[in-house]
């Protein structure tokens, strides 16, 4: 892809909002792609409503309109702004469209747009992919965090020290047998001989 298709490739990319879960182009960053006004699109849209069903095609709440302008740059309605909530049109939408206004820039550009949705689906589904493989690696690793901590235990206990031996080397006669007998013998060994 030349240079110019590579940053055209990008200024499409850029201007693909997620909205209500879908990936959307406004109505007015697509005439500006179209290289047609907003009025124009619109026109052609409201004369062609029936090939743009709600899956194709939706109007911004005010809501979702204050939220993509805190996001991107965009004129206020007191300097020559928007007078109407704007368009999101889907990947299907923006094919529609090109097709409606039936200019050679409008069908030469729709290719690039539909090229970005579909690498923008492509990266979510690497996402989802990525997400999933590192969700697996960590309920590994909080099972083995139980494992190394079980064997850490273990190990404290090998590795404590002895409780003193209070028995005493020898042995001892019942009581009532030792009498008449000798006293009580005790075995003693020195510690240095003893391996």
């Known amino acids: 892809m030349p240079n110019t298709g590579i940053a055209l490739a990008r200024k499409v990319d850029s201007v693909i909002h997620l909205l209500r879960g879908q990936r959307v182009i406004?109505?007015?960053d697509l005439a500006e792609?179209?290289?047609?006004s907003v009025k124009h699109l619109n026109q052609q849209i409201k004369r062609n409503a029936k090939r743009f069903p709600p899956d194709f095609l939706s109007q911004l709440s005010q809501a979702e309109y204050e939220n993509l302008r805190s996001q991107i740059v965009t004129s206020?309605?007191?300097h020559g702004g928007r007078r109407y909530l704007p368009l999101a049109f889907t990947e299907y939408g923006a094919v529609m469209a090109a097709?409606?206004?039936n200019s050679a820039r409008a069908i030469k550009m729709s290719i690039f747009v539909v090229r970005a949705f579909v690498r923008m689906r492509e990266t979510f589904a690497a996402n989802q992919q990525l997400l999933s493989k590192l969700s697996e690696l960590e309920e590994r690793i909080e099972s083995h965090d139980a494992g190394i901590q079980d064997l850490f235990d273990i190990i404290r206990q090998l590795t404590a020290p002895l409780p003193a031996k209070?028995?005493?080397?020898?042995?001892e006669l019942p009581d009532g047998a030792a009498k008449?007998?000798?006293?009580?013998?005790?075995?003693?060994?020195?510690?240095s001989r003893i391996k």
């Open 180 to 191: 008449g007998r000798r006293k009580l013998h005790r075995l003693v060994f020195p510690t």
């Open 99 to 101: 097709n409606v206004l």
């Open 26 to 28: 406004l109505d007015s």
């Open 76 to 78: 206020s309605s007191g």
């Open 166 to 171: 209070t028995n005493r080397i020898g042995f």
């Open 33 to 36: 792609l179209y290289g047609v």
